[in-house]
């Protein structure tokens, strides 16, 4: 782990989980215009780079949560659904409308699709009391929209799975739809004391004064996910001409202007703490859903006008260039063809490109669906995929190397596996921890908190800064598990890390491995004798006359450990770690009833 990147398990799960998209195969094929066999679609999803993971149905879906002979299955469908695993920067792939779209393109059936605005017409004004929570808003309208059973719940599924992936949880963006027809314009967005706020919410039958809104929402199992997001501050409300309140983001919209099968023309904003994705979110839901417009393809604009004076138009259809090399784009590809074919080709993925005169450079136009173009190296995988990756020869790589394991990895699997055989049990603790447990509790002193590496937003206060030493989560873990057997002896064997400006990065990891033990007395022999079997594997033992290069202990005065109680592990005049019984104060903080004997080590000395 890096110390770059850090983070809890929920959040890398949720960072790297591949979306999906769940799509019935009826839907489909009729946006598609033809049947496909299930293994017609895997290769068609595979050569268009995505995979067809599953293919199931509601029903299956139910009997594999409840079991086959739970009650109430009759009730689920056995249509069938194609369940996609698609990239997670694919955000115009998580409709099934721009999935089909995507798909129809790629085999040639329709050219790519051109989005046009038509005049402005609405207006939406933001006022200057929404600085400091969520400061931009977006807007579109999509006129004579042909709504069904299954466009109405695509539509319904793809914001949440927007604000799922690309808001991260609505944090960055809330998007809300609205029937054009049921308010009327402009529209004014502004942050309100709650007690200026009443209004009936989707799905409720009475009115919601703005004072009860938290507690009504807090244990909803839906919704209650985003209260915490406005508890304590004003709510944000969007309003209509007459003072009606269409949505109070980032949690519910009002039942006012609540979208029916029988809506025709629909208004949608997005209010965000982050303009970019807020305009990328718009984007993707305009652009899949414009194709049911009675001009397809075709979105209504609406003028944007900040408080200070600035204004904007949204939905923003600009189109981006980007200039890149054939010769670079098929060297990394490994194939040989004219930029004129490649040029071909790109047009299969929506991306419109022409040869630069006099040149074998291509001129990349990004359409306003594609964020996840940024780079000359983005139109290159585009280029790969279009040509196919079973088309690629295979061929001997141009130079050979013999692999070998990471000399630090190997040294930490040796380590690892050398304090299993002394009978300790292996530990794996959180990377971020807290200033109270790396300093307060350690009794350690405020300069040494002048390397400690902080995150700039905690979300909470447990996970404040990178850990400096793999001695407090040892005695969390110690904490956690003092109700077992004693004597505990437990090991860790990972990375720490410091501010370093001499690293270009500005941070250092450090490898390191700590021990502990903890029984009714102090155990500090055991502990010394884990030092001197781990210092003799890692080639220095005790020194001594036969081996004048080995290691030594002297006394030290580390505040986390006892006084006299204590020694640094030194090989020459380099202090390598230190080992000891920690402080009565140390074991009070941990609330840790037993004496406890450590010792940490520095294993970047002996790479």
Sequence with gaps: INAEYMGTLSECLFFFAMPTLAASSRVLFELLGRTYTEEEFDNLCFQFGVELDEVTSDRKMAEKEKGAGAKGLEEFSNEEIYKIDLPANRYDLLSVEGFAIALKVFLGLIPPPVFRHSGPEHLMKVGSSV????????????????????????????????????????????????????????????????SDVCFVPLKQETELKGENFVDFY?????????????????????????????????????????????????FIEATAVDEYKALVALNQLVCAFSMYCTEPFTVEPVRVQYEGGRECVTPDFGIRTIECSTNWIHKIIGINQSAEVT???????????????????????????????????????????????????????????????????????MVRIELGHMGYSEALTLSLSSFRNQFEKMRKSRSDKCVVIKKSNPRTEEFEVVRMSLLPGLLDTCFANRATAMPLRLFEVSDIAFKDSSVDVGARNQRNAAVLYCDTNSGL??????????????????????????????????????????????IGEKRVGIFGALHPDVLKAYQIPFPVSAAEINLMSFV
Excluded: W
């Design 525 to 570: 022999e055991l502990v010394h004798g884990v030092v001197d079997q781990l210092m003799t594997m890692l080639g220095h033992p005790p020194k001594s006359a036969d081996h004048p290069h080995g290691f030594h202990v002297q006394p030290s005065e580390d505040s986390s450990f006892f006084p006299g109680r204590q020694a640094d592990v030194l």
């Design 343 to 413: 040029a071909e080709a790109l047009t299969k993925m929506m991306l419109a490109a022409s040869v630069i005169e006099k040149s074998e450079k291509l001129s990349v136009a990004v359409p306003p669906t594609r964020s996840d173009i940024l780079h000359e190296c983005d139109v290159m995988e585009d280029v790969a995929i279009a040509y196919g990756y079973d088309n690629i020869k295979k061929k001997a790589p141009s130079t050979l190397s013999v692999a070998q394991q990471d000399p630090l990895s190997k040294l930490t699997h």
């Design 131 to 194: 600085v400091g929570y969520r400061d931009f808003v977006v807007c579109a309208v999509l006129r004579g929209v042909h709504l069904n059973k299954d466009r109405y719940a695509s539509f319904i599924d793809v914001q949440e799975k927007l604000h799922q992936n690309l808001a991260r949880r609505r944090t960055l963006v809330s998007i809300g739809t609205h029937d054009l027809d049921t308010v009327e314009g402009p529209f004014t967005y502004d942050a309100v004391s709650p």
């Design 218 to 266: 807090r244990e909803d199992p839906h919704l209650g996910r985003y209260v915490h997001m406005i508890e304590g501050r004003p709510l944000l409300v969007i309003r209509d001409s007459r003072g009606e309140v269409m949505s109070v983001p980032p949690v519910i919209n009002s039942r006012l202007s609540a979208i029916t099968l029988n809506t025709k023309n629909i």
